[in-house]
């Protein structure tokens, strides 16, 4: 057997038998310098709890750091998180405002369009006492030098005279005469009347005014009063005053809303004094000037536009929803993470702390 060979070997290799006991004796102190290399070196053969918290106590707190790092870098990560699904929070609700701010209040497009001439115009004149001397047409901004002013003169312009009740104050009439606007804006056409009034208590004088969008709209209609009645409640009023020569240059504005379409004047007036050159008695009556003309040969389209769209809100709300769901789904699986690595430090602590009891 091995065994044997090898004691036999090594008794030839001492010489004789009585030193084979002493082999013996070496070979057992050489397994126990062995064992004892194995084991730590014991100055008194003993371990006090001291040097055993030390030796026990030596690895954990790294890890213990480690994972407590880890925890902390998650907590700030789950409030950044959250940060973030307030503000996609905040911009969704931004979002369903505007879009509902955007809806209700529509912006304004402003477009010109050029035209040689515009459909004729009416001009409604309220002249009370006064009295209709002349109505002519000019061209070219030239207006001739009056010829016996204050007198009746004849006119070129189509006139219609009509009577209703104003829409609100029904108990009083009023007499209006409807002139047949320029239309030539090319040629600069310009309409050019002038009334006369007796002498009168009022303090001041002035005759009242209406614009309309068409003058064949009177003609066309079944009731001209009616017609009338209804231009004044959707038209504004304007006035010129005696002794001066009023100059009135219109512009057209068209304005389309969601259902339906207004046209509209707009005006810029300059007044001149009226150099009076009659005889004294004939002064008494007071004399009004006005000239009608187009401003320019541009038509002012206002359109009504929303600017909302329905479709970009929609990818906005559903990037911000996706952001949100993303985060919660952050949050939940970082909460397990959490409750998994506690778990995992607590075994470890009992692990750790076994050996010891």
Known sequence: MPGK???????????????????????????????????????????????EDEVMGSGPPRRFSKACLKNVFTVLLIFIYLLLTAVAIFLAYQTISDFLLKLSQPVMSVTYKEVDSFPPPGIALYPGNAQLLSCE??????????????????????????????????????????????????????????????????????????LFSKFSDLIDSANQSEFLRDCEKNYSMWTFSGGFRTWIKMSSVKTSGKSNQAVEFRQESSVVKFNDKRPKPEQTDELFFVVFEWRDHFIQEIRLIVTANAWSSVAILCGVFMALFKAANFAKLSIKWIIKMRKRHLRNKERELNPVN
């Open 137 to 210: 047409h000019h061209n070219h901004d030239y207006i001739p030098p009056l010829v016996d002013p204050g007198k009746p003169q004849k006119g070129d312009c189509e006139v219609i005279e009509v009577t209703y009740f104003g829409p609100f104050t029904n108990q009083t009439e009023k007499r209006a005469l409807v002139v047949r606007g320029p239309s030539d804006v090319k040629n600069k056409e310009l309409i050019f009347m002038q009334f006369s009034q007796n002498e009168t208590e009022e303090d001041f004088s002035a005759i009242t005014y209406m």
């Open 5 to 51: 060979e090898n004691n036999h070997s090594y008794q030839e290799f001492n010489g004789d038998d009585d030193d084979s006991d002493e082999g013996n004796k070496q070979s057992q102190g050489f397994f126990d310098d062995i064992d004892g290399d194995l084991e730590p070196e014991e100055p008194d053969g003993s371990v006090t709890p001291e040097d």
